[in-house]
């Protein structure tokens, strides 16, 4: 009664939404407007892990209406195929895999998985016992090339979800840490934020690779970073371990990256305030036009400030993009509304396309 009582209210709200989202996916957001038109030009297998979540299988509906991808949804057929008729979800151009019903599979699977990491401690037995896991047998599928790019996290927390990702499909070459940005957007922006989702107290070096992914994402979206190391400091005025790893941050990434434009260490309302900038730190490569991309020094400053804007900020966001990984994957933020799902799925074909965020600059 209570999982019915769950759906009820789920339908309820996709109802209300279901006109707005396919009117307002590609047409209000120009931003998102251009990753759809590109992923029509070439749409890809997504796995989605979550095959048996209602809001998955209407996300797959509508990337299949949207003509963005094939859906690969796992799960139980059956169930999946129950949910679709009582819901009126239509699944056609969606691929449904059982990874329990896929022995063979499983087993080849798992075999490989246990290559890559019988120096991590496993055994066979356990790595085919593993790849029962959805996260695991569709992480495997796209290491295998069998489809493109994996979405998964709506149901469990994001350690969790990303761990199998990050054991299978692992980081691009050159990059050390991946990482999570979240693109906000408002009536001023859009901004783009990271590390909002992975690494909890980065370095000063490992913040210099962070801006590097970032710019290259910022890039995908057609826009040209404009990027403050955020800190509670401006250029020295407090000491401590921000102000610091900051300072130092964006004096390796300027080394590495010349040709980007980088400021810190910098309050996060300097840093968008140019008049402030022009009266008080005129050399601020951010004084004449103000920051769009913002690094925070650790996880829990850009979580939190994200997550803020999210509920009391009322700016439409699109993310976790996950940056860094050697083949497209994204992991949900729990809950993730349908459209934030579809929009994922969007930006996941095209990054399959152009393998844009696996890339450093
Ligand atoms: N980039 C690349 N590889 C990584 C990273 C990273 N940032 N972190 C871990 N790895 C590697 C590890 O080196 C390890 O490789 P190995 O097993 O081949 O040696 C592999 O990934 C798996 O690592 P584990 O040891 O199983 O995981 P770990 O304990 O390192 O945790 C994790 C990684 C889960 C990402 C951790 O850093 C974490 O919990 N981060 C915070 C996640 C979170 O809670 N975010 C906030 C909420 S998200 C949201 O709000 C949407």
Redesign the pocket.
């Known amino acids: 009664a209570m999982e019915s009582g769950v759906a009820q209210s789920q339908i309820t709200d996709w109802d209300l939404y279901h006109d707005q989202l396919l009117q307002k996916i590609g047409k209000d957001e120009k931003l998102m407007n251009r990753i759809f038109s590109r992923a029509r030009q070439n749409p890809k297998r997504i796995v989605l892990a979550e095959g048996e979540h209602f809001k998955i299988l209407k996300a797959a509906q509508t990337i299949v209406d949207e003509g963005i991808g094939i859906p690969v949804l796992l799960g139980n057929k059956e169930k999946i195929r129950k949910m679709s008729h009582e819901y009126m979800i239509d699944l056609s151009g969606c691929e449904i895999i059982n990874p329990m019903e896929e022995r063979e599979k499983r087993y080849s699977f798992g075999e490989k998985f246990y290559k890559k990491r019988q120096r ?1 401690g496993i055994t066979p037995d356990e790595a085919k016992k593993m790849m029962r896991d959805r996260n695991y047998f569709g992480a495997m599928m796209v290491d295998e090339g069998e489809a493109d790019c994996f979405i998964t996290g709506l149901t469990k ?3 969790t979800s ?2 199998p990702a ?2 299978v499909i ?2 691009a070459p050159g990059t ?4 999570g940005m979240y693109i906000i957007l408002n009536k001023k922006g859009p901004y783009f934020f990271a590390d909002t ?4 107290n980065p370095n000063a070096e490992e913040l210099a690779e962070l801006i590097g992914l970032t710019a290259n994402a910022v890039r995908f979206f057609d826009f040209t970073p404009r990027i403050a190391v955020l800190s509670y400091s401006n250029f020295g005025s407090s000491k401590g371990v921000v102000p610091e790893k900051s300072a130092i941050a964006t004096r390796i990434a300027k080394e590495k990256f010349p040709e980007l434009v980088i400021e810190g260490d910098i309050q996060a309302n300097i840093a968008l305030n140019t008049k402030l900038q022009q009266e008080n730190y005129p050399f601020s490569a951010l004084a004449q036009e103000g920051a769009n991309t913002f690094i925070f020094p650790d ?1 829990a400053a850009g ?1 939190i400030c994200y ?1 803020l804007l999210q509920e009391i900020g009322e700016a439409e966001t699109i993310g ?1 993009i996950l940056m ?1 990984m050697r083949k497209p994957v994204h992991i949900l ?2 809950g993730s509304s349908i459209r934030e799902i579809v929009n994922m799925a969007a930006i996941a074909v095209v990054d399959t396309q152009n393998h844009t965020f696996n890339q450093q600059i």
């Open positions: 991590k927390d994001y350690a990303i761990k990050l054991q692992g980081v050390k840490k991946v990482a989702t992975v690494n909890e996880l979580n997550k976790p860094g933020q729990l």
